[in-house]
């Protein structure tokens, strides 16, 4: 019974460290690459001037600042992650910017919103490390009005995404502990199987689900490639605790591996992804599972 526990203990010490902290360290190449997916998320998102929007997973803020620009001086977006470190940068960034937006630091999964209160949720890639997804989603339904909209960007398989993988295939040779990819499992490609994104919805208290395939062009500096790819994802993670040695040997056989993406001076990549939508019923699940 323990086994949730540890997992959400976990995702809190990771990112409440070590990938936190890069993440806020790498905010603006990160937005770079990520605004595409921004883009096409917001074009989905169907809410009138002055409505309240929840952003899960929000990170350091960027969609949720771009949803209060929409939404208007009469509206209110509100961002919730497990982060500190990326909360803080958010907070920072809607001061900086005069920006009405409000973070929330919190498990999405276990946290007591108000009830009804909003009339969209919207993540970008944010919902893929829930230990228990029907509980996460049963609670954000009942932070939902009836009717309210759901749409989410989220990972297809790791064989439609080569560039997301290509730094761990090329290091496996030299970190034997690098953990392999396991379906369902919380992590970036946790609802790459569509019928999984179907059921979880379901049985959480959403309905009329959509779950669409989108490619999207992507693009980053090629100057950014390098300290992209040595600081995140489990190649990253786990190169803070190599030698000198064996690190300079997996940085050169990382890089080399990434050729084939690399036009000048950029890097290029599609990211293959579902963009998922859905709406509150109009019965909401206990998120106690009560």
């Given at each position: 019974m323990d086994v949730?526990?540890?997992?959400?203990?976990?995702?809190?010490?990771?990112?409440?460290?070590?990938?936190?902290?890069?993440?806020?360290?790498?905010?603006?190449?990160?937005?770079?690459?990520?605004?595409?997916?921004?883009?096409?998320?917001?074009?989905?998102?169907?809410?009138?001037?002055?409505?309240?929007?929840?952003d899960v997973g929000c990170g350091t803020g960027s969609t949720t600042l771009a949803l209060a620009r929409r939404l208007g001086p009469a509206g209110r977006c509100v961002g919730v992650d497990i982060s500190e470190p990326m909360i803080t940068a958010a907070r920072a960034r809607a001061e900086r910017e005069s920006t009405p937006a409000s973070f929330i630091r919190a498990d999405a999964q276990e946290h007591l919103f108000e009830p009804a209160a909003f009339d969209a949720v919207v993540s970008r890639f944010g919902v893929m490390f829930f230990n228990d997804?029907?509980?996460?989603?049963?609670?954000?339904?009942?932070?939902?009005?009836?009717?309210?909209?759901?749409?989410?960007?989220?990972?297809?398989?790791?064989?439609?995404?080569?560039?997301?993988?290509?730094?761990?295939?090329?290091?496996?040779?030299?970190?034997?502990?690098?953990?392999?990819?396991?379906?369902?499992?919380?992590?970036?490609f946790a609802f790459a199987d569509p019928d999984r994104i179907h059921r979880v919805l379901t049985e959480s208290g959403w309905a009329g689900i959509d779950v669409r395939p989108i490619d999207v062009a992507c693009a980053l500096p090629e100057s950014a490639l390098v300290p992209y790819v040595t600081r995140f994802g489990p190649v990253g993670l786990l190169l803070g605790e190599a030698d000198e040695r064996t690190r300079a040997r997996i940085v050169d056989t990382v890089r080399a591996a990434f050729d084939p993406y690399v036009r000048g001076t950029e890097v290029r990549f599609t990211g293959a992804c579902w963009m998922v939508g859905a709406r509150a019923s109009s019965g909401p699940k206990d998120p106690a599972g009560v």
């Open positions: 949730p526990r540890r997992t959400d203990d976990e995702q809190a010490a990771r990112w409440n460290g070590p990938a936190g902290h890069a993440w806020v360290e790498a905010q603006a190449l990160l937005d770079g690459i990520l605004r595409p997916f921004e883009d096409v998320l917001l074009e989905e998102v169907s809410v009138e001037h002055g409505g309240r929007v929840l997804s029907v509980r996460a989603f049963a609670n954000l339904r009942r932070a939902a009005k009836v009717r309210a909209g759901l749409r989410f960007v989220t990972w297809r398989a790791p064989a439609e995404n080569p560039f997301m993988t290509t730094a761990e295939r090329a290091a496996a040779p030299f970190l034997p502990d690098l953990p392999a990819r396991r379906p369902d499992e919380p992590g970036q």
